[in-house]
């Protein structure tokens, strides 16, 4: 992005994309051969220098630093993802926006008060809201523990072409420290215990990501998705991926 200089807005410099658009046998094809040893890590070195993924990283990691507190006395942090909105936010706003969150807190009674849209309806099936969950939890007819074992059994049965890949040991953990905290009276919030699946696109600490496809495998021991840390610090539980296609 560069700055008009008669103008105030900013002027973006488009690139054209010079990756290859496969589909069908020519994509298996091609898949097959970026696994050969040597040939196959040459041509995605190659699409990656066309298209200037090396130069996008290193915008990302430089540019809209954000202050972490309790880390080298607010030392700059470069923040994930690579696309940022025109404003951002300042740090005045933003510590605005987190009084703002203090003085008026989601309350977990509240929500769990709140009917499901299908409720009044006596439909056979339908999709639990996040208030259906947490009124489980809060008057213990349900624990995330109980939850994490059904959705792992239909899952495992289904043989599920959606979720495509789960950590099983990993959902289990996080199942029983959710409802160690809602026994214990002290839940993070509205989403503790809340499942969710990430798309097969989103590092996750604890399970594979192949980017929907079979030659491109991913895995992190440390999570950098800033939507992602967030969700987990509210004591979600990451099911597993879901299929791209």
Known sequence: KKQNANMEVPVYNLKAIKSPRLCGKL??????ILRLPLIGGFIIESIKKSNKVAEMVAFASKSHPRHEEGEGGG???????????????????????????KEAPLDLNELASMEHSL???QHEFRYWSISDYTRGYLNG????TQVADRLIKILERMDSTIVIRMNVEQLRSQAAESTKRYQNGTPLGVLDGIPIVMKDQIPTVGIEVTHGTSFLSEQVDKDVVYPLIKLKQQGVLVVGMANMH
């Open 27 to 32: 994509l298996d094809l091609f898949s097959r």
């Open 75 to 101: 030392v700059p942090k470069p923040l994930l993802p690579l696309y940022y909105p025109i404003h951002e936010m300042t740090l005045e706003e933003e510590a605005m926006h987190q009084t703002m969150v």
């Open 119 to 121: 409720g009044a309806l």
């Open 141 to 144: 007819t349900i624990t995330p």
